[in-house]
């Protein structure tokens, strides 16, 4: 009969070996505050749609540049509470930015962005390539 090395953490060693350190819900990190971007091509256009709710228009940048679309906006939210017998107030605020490399070539210059019930709309035409109206004509050389 052979012996067993006695191993105290042996069963809490198999229960961290089973489960993927992703799932465990104990260490989840608190999330950070990321507007959730849409993106996609339309006709001639890119278009970014963007979740900033409660955030003031004045309070929103949006920047493209090489191809790289970047919206910033920060928030502050101030909440006053005067009940008998306790005062409260809770200054919230918070900054949001993201930057996203866009699939196309664009017109940066003509970007144009709109604000409504709390999503940002980016359109951004795409770039046109000129395409010649008349065919390149090669020179057919002969080996001798």
Do not use: C
């Amino acid at each position: 009969m052979s012996l067993i090395p006695w191993t105290p953490f042996r069963d809490i060693d198999k229960w961290f070996s089973d489960w993927d350190i992703e799932d465990w819900p104990f260490l989840e990190k608190p999330l950070a505050r990321v507007p959730r971007m849409d993106i996609y091509e339309r006709d001639n256009d890119v278009v970014a749609k963007v979740e900033l709710p409660g955030v003031d228009p004045k309070d929103i940048n949006v920047e493209v540049k090489d191809n790289v679309l970047r919206v910033e906006a920060k928030t502050e939210e101030k909440k006053e509470e005067k009940k008998k017998g306790y005062f409260k107030k809770e200054i919230r605020s918070g900054y949001f930015h993201r930057a996203v490399a866009l699939p196309v070539d664009v017109e940066e210059n003509k970007a144009q962005a709109t604000y409504e019930d709390g999503i940002l709309e980016v359109v951004i035409p795409k770039k046109v390539e000129k395409k010649s109206k008349k065919g390149i004509k090669i020179k057919v050389k002969t080996k001798k």
